[in-house]
């Protein structure tokens, strides 16, 4: 019985990680927005036709050894980023929803004014 409850618990956890890569290759081909806040260098693929965003941390960073910490931040770390880049966008604009992606990716669902 409890070897079923932990297949069970694999096939989830497994099919939660397939739909978040699959989230991911849906912004393959949105040209991204280099964005700098007063702490992180952050890349954001915006796709303003469905009110939904990725953020993630620039190839820079991504790349440095520094990357590791940035898996660990909490969501409001990354919503106040997004939330400051759509504001900078002169759009008037509010997070709905969030959610991880992978390490270190967030995708923000957004509604604007």
Same mark, same amino acid.
């Given at each position: 019985?409890?070897?079923? /409850?932990?297949?069970? &618990?694999?096939?989830?956890?497994?099919? !939660?990680?397939?739909?978040?890569? =699959?989230?991911?290759? /849906?912004?393959?081909?949105?040209?991204? !927005?280099?964005?700098?806040? #007063?702490?992180? =260098? &952050? @890349?954001?693929?915006?796709? %303003?036709? *469905?009110? @939904?965003?990725?953020?993630?941390?620039?190839?820079?960073?991504? !790349?440095? %050894?520094?990357? #590791?910490?940035? $898996?660990?931040? %909490?969501? %409001?770390?990354? /919503?106040?980023?997004? *939330?400051? &880049?759509? $504001?900078?966008?002169?759009?008037?604009?509010?997070? $709905?929803? #969030?959610?991880?992606?992978?390490? !270190?990716? &967030? *995708?923000?669902?957004?509604?604007?004014?």
């Amino acid at each position: 019985m409890i070897a079923r /409850q932990v297949g069970v &618990w694999l096939c989830f956890l497994a099919l !939660a990680g397939c739909a978040a890569l =699959d989230t991911v290759t /849906q912004y393959s081909h949105v040209k991204f !927005a280099d964005y700098k806040d #007063g702490r992180d =260098d &952050w @890349r954001i693929f915006d796709k %303003p036709s *469905e009110g @939904r965003l990725m953020i993630t941390y620039n190839v820079e960073r991504a !790349a440095g %050894p520094a990357f #590791g910490q940035g $898996t660990n931040l %909490p969501k %409001p770390r990354f /919503q106040n980023a997004v *939330e400051a &880049w759509l $504001t900078s966008t002169g759009r008037m604009c509010r997070i $709905t929803n #969030g959610y991880p992606l992978v390490s !270190a990716q &967030w *995708e923000f669902k957004y509604s604007c004014a």
